[in-house]
């Protein structure tokens, strides 16, 4: 009996297993394997410090061919890469990729020690930090303890009420560089985060994530203390403080503390005299919008409530 042909597809398939298996044990370095002996000998630059590709403007180097072309898209201005949603273009299909992500709300890089998810592979990298036994940075404030040097930076501006991030456009401040980022969309109109239930867009994802609360009801933040539940985070640590006593916010004139920041700002306002609440009835100005407010009252006949009662602290 004559032997059967074999058929040249799986021969042909046969041979490129074969040779991807010896182009997997090419690299001794990492033991890293590829299919492809020319994404083999890219990866191998990382390991010689090799830059093959200059840039015939600047003279910058670089590992890669397609890192030089998106390099290149500086001096040239070129942005290919266009978001069908807002408008805005990019020069590295990368970063389009992962601004494309604030739209759809997408989060692939996920915690395997806690499952919560980000848009970005360096907001999980942070995040990580977080499981780490190692937090050797302390604040001498609180006593806090943080994973960096960096973020203990960052957390002590919540105690000395340091802004350091200025918006060139209305001259607000704020503690970290990521909430200019957020409050500059304001300025440019972006609000990329809508409500599917009425409409309501909004310029950050948490702010949307804590406004669909009012929709649904969900309180998932819960007083240990007297089971009290709450919307946002933010509200539970501060009403926490109302049983632990913890005044945190401490002004530098006058040594006063309080339970929020936001009490912080404002007191330091009688300080200072400044009054960025104006009447357009009047003219008159007020230190906190609670004053104007009451004013507004007046001027309409409207009998004044209390609204101290949702902030009872005496920020005076």
């Known amino acids: 009996m004559e032997k059967s042909e074999e058929p040249k597809d799986l021969t042909f398939l046969e041979d490129k297993v074969k040779k991807r298996r010896i182009l997997s044990h090419e690299l001794d370095v990492c033991k890293k394997a590829f299919s492809e002996k020319g994404n083999l000998n890219k990866h191998k630059r990382i390991h010689t410090g090799e830059k093959a590709f200059h840039c015939d403007i600047c003279g910058r180097s670089f590992s890669a061919n397609g890192r030089l072309t998106i390099h290149k898209c500086i001096h040239t201005g070129e942005k290919p890469f266009h978001c069908v949603i807002c408008g805005k273009s990019f020069s590295d299909r990368s970063v389009f990729i992962s601004h494309k992500r604030i739209h ?20 999980l990298d942070r995040h990580k930090h977080i499981h780490s036994v190692e937090t050797p940075y302390s604040c001498n404030i609180c006593g806090k303890s943080l994973s960096s040097k960096r973020s203990l930076t960052s957390h002590k501006r919540i105690h000395t009420g340091e802004k350091p991030y200025r918006c060139n456009i209305c001259n607000k401040s704020f503690s970290v560089s990521s909430n200019l980022t957020i409050h500059k969309r304001i300025h440019r109109g972006e609000t990329p985060y809508s409500c599917d239930i009425c409409g309501k867009s909004f310029s950050r994802n948490d702010t949307l994530t804590n406004h669909k609360r009012f929709h649904t009801g969900e309180k998932p933040y819960h007083c240990d203390v007297c089971n009290k539940s709450f919307s946002q985070r933010s509200t539970l640590t501060n009403h926490k403080r109302i049983h632990t006593g913890e005044k945190p916010f401490h002004c530098e004139i006058c040594g006063k503390s309080f339970f929020q920041l936001g009490n912080l700002a404002t007191h330091k306002r009688f300080h200072t005299g400044e009054k960025p609440y104006h009447c357009d009835i009047c003219g008159k100005s007020f230190c906190t919008s609670y004053e104007l407010l009451v004013l507004k009252r007046i001027h309409t006949g409207e009998k004044p409530k209390n609204y101290l009662v949702f902030n009872s602290e005496n920020i005076r």
């Open 104 to 123: 759809t709300g997408e989060k692939p890089y996920q915690c395997n020690i806690c499952s919560k998810s980000f848009s970005q592979k360096g907001g």
